[in-house]
């Protein structure tokens, strides 16, 4: 006999007795003698709910027998009612059809097969085995809203193995025994285990998200029926959020936010250039000293911490040169410069000595000290000191 959730997929509440309850790793392991509750394959996800007032979190077919895992006992023997959480499945009914719809008129358009189907709560994932041009996938979207609006009747059959060899049917795999072919009569016509709509019309409607090259074939990401409209009403909230920060009509919003970026570059190039001045001015008021140069100087980027100890380093020749910023309780940022064969040893040495880690090459090195700023200073001159020719 079949399973309740394929005699009636409509079906939202039931009740059937208790065959055996044992407790699992997953809970405890329930079997019925009938359910409405689709157990996890194909590619649609289980059904939730609640069976006998008990939480199920989890159901799946093993072997002959559909297993409820749920978060309390039921007592064998006795009757449970369920009930299942009808939005999720109704859901997950809308868009696996709108799947079938979709590859079906894929497959018709390039023979292509569907290798890869994932349903996530927001959204539906399919991979091709071929490629599909954008273009093409625009028109075929609209085909599908077109198959939708016709309200088309499905037809779901077992047929016997003699029909099945003469059928035109897709499938990933060989198949043997009692098979259920799902047909969406001049779109589709597919072996399957799901849950299905009675008609197309109830998908609602059918949106591609997002689709691109993936592993030598298309990978596709929509949404149908209550998921796209859930989709759209996020994507409007995003656009009017974003249309009031840039105190823009909603589609003038993308040049906006060119005009925001251009403008940004254009301050990012002064910044750096006041910076860069700055940094020479600062460079310029250092007198050269005997040993070494270790300056502290917070706010640096790593990019201008380096540029300054480049400025350092040209200007004040033959001498070491550190400079530090402190981005954190004892953690601080640095750049040491000086032309010497030894330095990069005497780096890795530093390293070691002030919990440290970086590298570099041509004279300067870069990374980040994690110990007290007195600490790195004595470390630093005490180095330094070998290295002045």
Request: glycine fraction near 8%.
């Given at each position: 006999?079949?399973e309740l959730?394929?005699?009636d ?6 009740t ?10 997953k ?6 003698t ?5 157990p ?34 039921l007592a ?12 999720r ?17 894929v497959?018709?358009?390039f ?19 071929g ?12 085909e599908?809203?077109?198959a ?24 990933k ?9 799902v047909?969406?009569?001049?779109f589709?016509c597919?072996?399957?285990c ?5 008609r197309?019309?109830?998908?609602g ?16 990401r929509?949404?149908?029926g ?36 251009n403008?940004?570059k ?16 600062v ?6 000293p ?6 502290f ?12 100890a ?15 910023s ?5 953690v ?6 000086y ?32 110990v007290?700023?007195?600490v790195?200073?004595?470390a ?10």
């Amino acid at each position: 006999m079949q399973e309740l959730f394929y005699r009636d997929p409509y079906a939202r509440e039931f009740t059937a007795e208790v065959v055996s309850c044992t407790e699992g790793k997953k809970g405890f392991e329930v079997i019925l003698t009938d359910t409405a509750f689709y157990p996890e394959g194909g590619g649609q996800p289980t059904d939730l709910g609640e069976l006998g007032g008990v939480k199920v979190n989890f159901v799946k077919r093993i072997n002959e027998s559909i297993i409820h895992y749920t978060d309390q006992p039921l007592a064998v023997g006795n009757l449970a009612t369920g009930r299942i959480d009808w939005e999720r499945r109704f859901d997950n009914m809308q868009n696996h059809t709108c799947e079938h719809i979709f590859s079906g008129l894929v497959h018709q358009k390039f023979g292509f097969e569907n290798v890869g189907f994932h349903m996530d709560p927001e959204d539906i994932t399919v991979d091709f085995s071929g490629e599909v041009p954008k273009e093409e996938l625009d028109k075929i979207e609209q085909e599908v809203n077109d198959a939708i609006a016709a309200d088309i009747e499905l037809c779901v059959t077992f047929p016997s193995q003699q029909e099945l060899a003469s059928m035109d049917y897709r499938s990933k795999k060989e198949l043997s025994g009692l098979v259920r072919i799902v047909s969406v009569p001049g779109f589709d016509c597919c072996a399957c285990c799901g849950t299905h709509v009675r008609r197309s019309g109830e998908i609602g409607i059918f949106k591609i998200l997002e689709s691109g090259k993936y592993r030598g074939g298309t990978r596709v990401r929509f949404a149908a029926g209550k998921r796209a409209l859930r989709d759209y009403a996020w994507r409007l909230n995003e656009i009017s959020k974003v249309s009031v920060l840039l105190s823009a009509k909603p589609h003038e919003i993308s040049a906006a936010v060119e005009k925001v970026l251009n403008d940004g570059k254009t301050q990012e190039q002064l910044l750096a250039e006041r910076t860069q001045l700055w940094l020479k001015s600062v460079a310029d008021r250092i007198e050269k000293p005997q040993d070494c140069v270790i300056i502290f100087e917070n706010g640096l980027s790593p990019f201008e911490l380096k540029k300054f100890a480049s400025i350092l380093k040209e200007r004040l020749v033959g001498i070491p040169c550190a400079v530090l910023s402190e981005v954190g309780e004892n953690v601080f940022n640095y750049v040491l410069a000086y032309e010497s064969e030894k330095f990069s040893e005497i780096s890795r040495e530093l390293n070691k000595k002030l919990n440290g880690r970086g590298g570099g090459r041509d004279g300067v090195v870069q990374g980040t000290y994690r110990v007290d700023r007195a600490v790195i200073e004595s470390a630093v001159r005490d180095v330094f000191k070998g290295l002045i020719k």
